[in-house]
Every structure is written in C-alpha cells, then in structure tokens.
C-alpha cells in the first residue's frame, strides 16, 4: 500500500532524483515523495528540492525509511516538521514553512553526514 494518494500528480521538481507528486484539497497543496528505498544521500537531496516547492499554505510529505535526523537541524529554522512511524516501519515526515521563517536554509546543503 502506497502512502502517495493514487489521485496525485506527478510533477518535476528541479534537483530531485525521484518521482514527485501533487494533490490540491480545500486550497492546500500537498507534495509527496518516497525515498524509503533509497539509500544516502537521496532522501536528503529529495526532501532539499521538494521543500523549495512549499509555501505557506502547503505541505510536503516525505516517505523514508528512518527518520532524516541529519536534515532537522539545517531547515528548523524555516520549516516545522512531525514525525509519524508507519506500520510498513517506514515514516512519514511532514514539513510546513514557517510564517516568520529566517529564510536562511542552504538548500545546497544537502549531503548526510551519518
């Protein structure tokens, strides 16, 4: 069973190396990507170029394996996430931008460090 809704959209975004999606509900935009087969550095350049695609009234969903601690840390001051643990054992990672965001994120800075 995906976690993608089977009514997204696929949709490029710039920088990623796997397939990304889109669904519109009530207004809010959500984006959706799976690196839960990938191993490093992939879900932290994917999760780099997906939240680049976010604004304030939308949301990126993020598939992966383990929890992305590596990349908390680089984005907390623009972006809130939350962390759910899927009954497949993979999670499920949720970012918003932050309304008073410092806009200071390096999305450059996309390489694991462990």
Do not use: R, W
């Amino acid at each position: 069973m995906s976690s993608i809704p089977q009514d997204a959209q696929q949709i490029e975004a710039m920088g990623s190396s796997v397939d990304f999606f889109k669904t519109v509900q009530d207004g809010v935009s959500t984006y959706y990507f799976d690196t839960s087969k990938c191993g490093p550095p992939a879900p932290m350049v994917n999760a780099m170029a997906g939240l680049q695609l976010l604004e304030e009234n939308s949301k990126l969903v993020m598939i992966n394996h383990k929890s992305p601690g590596g990349l908390f840390p680089k984005i907390q001051d623009d972006y809130n996430y939350e962390v759910e643990d899927l009954a497949d054992g993979n999670v499920k990672v949720v970012f918003t931008k932050k309304s008073n965001g410092a806009g200071t994120t390096n999305y450059n800075d996309n390489k694991c460090s462990g």
